[in-house]
């Protein structure tokens, strides 16, 4: 059922994306009079298609592959390879009698559709609820670095006050974009004294295999089990909800970092807790499982203070298109990272099945619609890239002939067409190849 609610959330969002981004290029083409004669989500391979119906001359129809979609442009040489239109002469209804900047705005249709799609669902989640965070300043105990954190140099109890120089107001400024991205500098105060911290450039691959919690969370103080997993080491040994741990192996734990360094340093052992439990202090013998958790959860952020900024009508639309073109530029210099070679591939890209698991089993709209906003986004990028089969290509082939005066040859467009296609093809097989063995293999 989880598989099924997940899959449904990624056809949806996907569905949504890609009916506007063809939409984009469908009326651009229509508001100069070239003839469209397919509309398609999903494409219909070798001509099978789920549904389809002809309206006003043109196909509107469900393929059978939800892999994209597409709209056909009479007179242009696109991802269908139909070249025998190109025979004759121009047609006055035809994409390629027409002036190239208005085959241009046609070409650019779709990008455009995505990022004013994405600045709108940023801008009406914003207006819907507001902006949540944690300030920095007040987080009472500093930070609890993991693995990467403290390989970089973070320590428990560090409060990191800049990032390049520029004060850190908001804790999630810590684990976005601005730092993870790397070579930055993190000013920290440390008992008094400040120090500086580098991170490195590849910071984003290592969290990428360790998870964002194995760089830098809020340090919190320990606090009552608030749930024991049925059937596991804790509850078989006797540890209730509600007991407060304060000790493990007799070594006193303020902190959660210090609970569970503590367990983790025992994985497949028995440790010795000492617990609170009605005012009485007592001593349970656990089980550490060979993953290094016991079998209880403890809420983290209970006494981390949160603020809720709330912005009218017009107040919420900058901020909202700030996140949106925020994303854009995160996955542009992500995209740099991968061609520099400072970030691998295969850590970078996510495939409909790591989409679908951020979607996750159960239905809530605003992760939902913040999800299709990044997506709106990244498509957005995705399109915008030179490659001849993308509206990117075709953009760039646009721009030479506006520079030269003349339209480049049919040949080469076709020759390109298929290069681009290939490139597709392949990106799209690593994509997917890549997704299969981080989600099913591993």
């Known amino acids: 059922m989880d598989g099924l609610v997940m899959t449904g959330q990624l056809l949806l969002g996907l569905s949504i994306l890609i009916i506007l981004h063809e939409a984009g290029h469908f009326f651009a083409a229509r508001a100069f009079g070239i003839r469209v004669e397919k509309f398609y989500l999903f494409f219909d391979a070798w001509g099978f298609k789920l549904v389809s119906f002809n309206y006003k001359g043109c196909e509107y129809g469900i393929?059978?592959?939800?892999?994209?979609?597409?709209?056909?442009?009479?007179?242009?040489?696109?991802?269908?390879?139909?070249?025998?239109?190109?025979?004759?002469?121009?047609?006055?209804?035809?994409?390629?009698?027409?002036?190239?900047?208005?085959?241009?705005?046609?070409?650019?249709?779709?990008?455009?559709?995505?990022?004013?799609?994405?600045?709108?669902?940023?801008?009406?989640?914003?207006?819907?609820?507001?902006?949540?965070?944690?300030?920095?300043?007040?987080?009472?105990?500093?930070?609890?670095?993991g693995i990467i954190g403290r390989e970089i140099g973070l320590q428990n109890g560090d409060r990191i006050t800049a990032v390049n120089g520029k004060p850190v107001v908001r804790f999630e400024e810590l684990t976005s974009s601005k730092v993870l991205l790397g070579n930055t500098e993190l000013t920290v105060d440390r008992n008094g004294e400040t120090k500086h911290i580098h991170v490195p450039g590849d910071v984003l691959e290592r969290v990428s295999d360790l998870g964002i919690g194995q760089f830098v969370e809020p340090r919190v103080k320990i606090s009552g089990i608030s749930l024991i997993e049925p059937g596991g080491n804790a509850a078989k040994a006797g540890v209730n909800k509600g007991d407060s741990i304060i000790a493990v192996n007799n070594k006193p734990v303020a902190f959660y970092d210090e609970f569970k360094s503590q367990v983790v340093a025992n994985s497949g052992k028995k440790v010795e807790l000492t617990v609170v439990r009605n005012n009485e202090t007592i001593k349970i013998p656990t089980n550490v499982s060979p993953e290094g958790t016991v079998g209880v959860y403890i809420p983290m952020y209970f006494n981390i203070p949160v603020e809720t900024v709330e912005y009218g009508f017009f107040e919420s639309l900058p901020v909202g298109a700030s996140r949106a073109w925020g994303s854009f530029m995160d996955n542009a210099k992500g995209l740099g990272k991968v061609a520099s070679g400072q970030v691998k591939a295969n850590k970078a890209f996510t495939g409909p099945i790591g989409i679908a698991t951020m979607f996750g089993s159960e239905v809530n709209w605003i992760k939902f619609w913040s999800l299709v906003g990044l997506l709106s986004m990244a498509l957005a990028l995705m399109n915008l890239l030179p490659i001849p089969a993308l509206d990117g290509g075709h953009a760039i082939f646009l721009l030479i002939e506006m520079i030269k005066g003349k339209p480049l040859g049919d040949k080469f467009m076709e020759r390109a067409q298929m290069v681009g296609f290939v490139i597709l093809i392949t990106l799209m097989v690593f994509v997917f190849g890549n997704d299969i063995i981080k989600h099913v293999i591993n």
Do not use: C, H
Not at 93 to 99: C, D, N, S
Not at 108 to 122: E, S, T
């Open 63 to 145: 393929g059978w592959l939800p892999l994209g979609g597409y709209v056909k442009i009479s007179g242009m040489i696109d991802e269908s390879m139909d070249t025998e239109q190109l025979a004759g002469p121009p047609q006055p209804w035809e994409f390629r009698a027409k002036p190239a900047w208005q085959r241009l705005i046609v070409m650019l249709g779709g990008v455009a559709v995505n990022i004013v799609l994405g600045i709108f669902i940023f801008w009406m989640l914003t207006l819907n609820n507001g902006e949540t965070f944690v300030p920095n300043a007040k987080i009472p105990d500093g930070i609890a670095p």
